[in-house]
């Protein structure tokens, strides 16, 4: 099980990540771009995967891991559900998505 702080803390260990709002959701970006938001309320997570790594995330368990509904999931933006994910799965899906967005010379820091 994730907590939200275990989730804020995995998300900004990455180099030169911000946390800002975006709407109701907490959102974490490195430079402008967004790789992940949170739902304290749903305890659920959006990340930005590459349709390759969704479709891999997904196959784990579509309760736990899942396209976001319309045009976004089909863009590879992935729900997580905080309470049942492992540490670890969430951790390598949000490296993913860290690196998805970041420019390079940050992506091969933690590659």
């Not at 899942?66 to 799965?89: D, H, I, R, S």
């Amino acid at each position: 099980m994730i907590t939200v702080e275990t989730f804020r803390s995995i998300c900004l260990s990455f180099p030169e990540t911000a946390e800002l709002p975006h709407f109701e959701l907490a959102s974490f970006r490195v430079g402008k771009k967004i790789f992940a938001t949170l739902s304290q309320e749903k305890q659920r997570a959006m990340l930005k995967l590459s349709l390759v790594d969704q479709s891999v995330f997904c196959s784990f368990d579509k309760k736990i891991i899942y396209a976001v509904p319309g045009a976004w999931g089909k863009k590879g933006c992935t729900y997580f559900e905080l309470g049942k994910v492992k540490k670890e799965m969430l951790k390598d899906a949000l490296t993913q998505a860290y690196c998805n967005v970041a420019p390079r010379s940050l992506s091969q820091k933690i590659q």
